[in-house]
């Protein structure tokens, strides 16, 4: 049997590359030329009122991309989300209508919406993490089942009667002049790093996402980090689908949307590897920036919506070319 040696050459590091600087910057650079150019063709879109309105409305993906971020860690995806956010707002906004639609209602609809997330990302950690199924099968599987709910158990139309300080506090409240679902992110944002930096579990996540093997040979319990994963990303799908609902004032069971894939997209513009161990919540924060940059400023332009599926598609595909290409480098 062949044997190949190799040589280590002990050192000082050697400084970035032009290439490896401008990738770290790709993103910021990127949403400030898309911020410049849609403004030349629509002035509104600089305007201070709409950069708040891009913040608020990245502040929703930007949840959902955190979510993501954490399953696609470990080499997974939860295709399940966007129905999961429908759900989660049906069933609180029942929830919070049958308990009279008063203040006091409004902890017993976000438990149930809550608890309704945990029981689906229960479910999708149990089988991939317990089973060893593919995360791919498993949350599709998931996504039709919750999608079927969503719909019978609100009949196909929305839930109204929600109570009012649901949406004053969750959506419309303000300190310093930032709308509260910002603060509310930025919260999420900060404990999210720290669960993936300064914890065992959040380590545990990236070794099991960069090498699974290495994984058990260095004694981390895969299973229960795995079905932890899932279930941490349904509660913060659950988070997402509430401030949501308090937006919109209505339980919706098609709010989910196309939610699913922009997650994904915005973690994957962000530079969160699908094939894991790399990535991070900053990353994810950044290309939720990016995407509503670009789907905000496609619709003050008038940019038909077909034509901005086939936009995030490409988006997609030229961010994972990118991401190949320099992990091979």
Same mark, same amino acid.
């Given at each position: ?8 050459t002990a ?10 600087m ?8 990127a ?14 879109i600089?305007s201070?009122?709409n950069l ?47 308990? *009279?639609?008063?203040?006091?209602? #409004?902890?017993f !609809?976000i $438990?149930?919406?809550v =608890? &309704?997330?945990? @029981?689906? *990302?229960l479910?999708?950690?149990? #089988?991939?993490? !317990?089973? $060893?199924?593919?995360? =791919? &099968?498993?949350t @599709?599987?998931m ?13 196909g139309?929305?839930v ?6 649901f ?14 679902p910002?603060?509310?992110?930025g ?5 999210l ?6 914890t065992?579990f959040?380590r ?14 260095a ?20 988070l997402g689908?509430?401030?949501?609902t308090?937006r919109?004032?209505?339980?919706e069971p ?7 894939l922009?997650?994904i ?11 894991g ?16 940059v ?9 940019i038909?919506?077909?034509?901005q599926?086939i936009?995030?598609?490409?988006i997609i ?8 290409d320099?992990?091979r480098?």
């Amino acid at each position: 049997m062949n044997q190949t040696s190799t040589t280590i050459t002990a050192g000082a590091p050697s400084k970035p590359s032009y290439m490896e600087m401008l990738l770290a910057i790709r993103l910021p650079l990127a949403i400030v030329v898309t911020l410049v150019l849609f403004g030349l063709f629509e002035p509104r879109i600089l305007s201070p009122g709409n950069l708040l309105n891009v913040a608020v409305q990245a502040s929703y993906l930007a949840i959902f991309a955190m979510a993501q971020t954490v399953v696609i860690l470990t080499r997974g995806f939860d295709l399940s989300l966007g129905f999961t956010v429908s759900l989660v707002s049906v069933v609180a906004s029942m929830a919070m209508v049958a308990m *009279g639609g008063g203040d006091a209602s #409004i902890v017993f !609809g976000i $438990g149930a919406g809550v =608890l &309704v997330a945990f @029981l689906i *990302g229960l479910a999708n950690g149990l #089988i991939i993490a !317990g089973i $060893g199924v593919n995360p =791919l &099968v498993v949350t @599709l599987g998931m996504a039709n089942i919750v999608m079927a709910f969503a719909s019978t158990v609100s009949g196909g139309f929305p839930v109204t009667g929600l109570p009012p300080n649901f949406t004053v506090i969750f959506a419309q409240a303000e300190f310093l002049s930032i709308p509260a679902p910002i603060w509310i992110t930025g919260l999420i944002f900060f404990l999210l790093l720290l669960t993936l930096k300064a914890t065992r579990f959040g380590r545990s996540l990236y070794i099991i996402g960069a090498n699974p093997k290495a994984a058990v040979a260095a004694g981390i319990r895969t299973m229960p980090v795995l079905t932890a994963a899932y279930v941490l990303c349904a509660g913060l799908t659950a988070l997402g689908a509430l401030l949501l609902t308090a937006r919109t004032s209505s339980g919706e069971p098609t709010l989910g949307g196309n939610l699913t894939l922009e997650a994904i997209a915005a973690a994957v513009v962000g530079g969160v590897r699908l094939s894991g161990g790399e990535g991070g919540v900053g990353a994810a924060l950044l290309g939720a920036l990016f995407i509503t940059v670009l789907s905000n400023g496609m619709n003050l332009v008038h940019i038909d919506g077909y034509i901005q599926q086939i936009c995030l598609g490409v988006i997609i595909i030229v961010s994972l070319i990118v991401s190949h290409d320099h992990v091979r480098r």
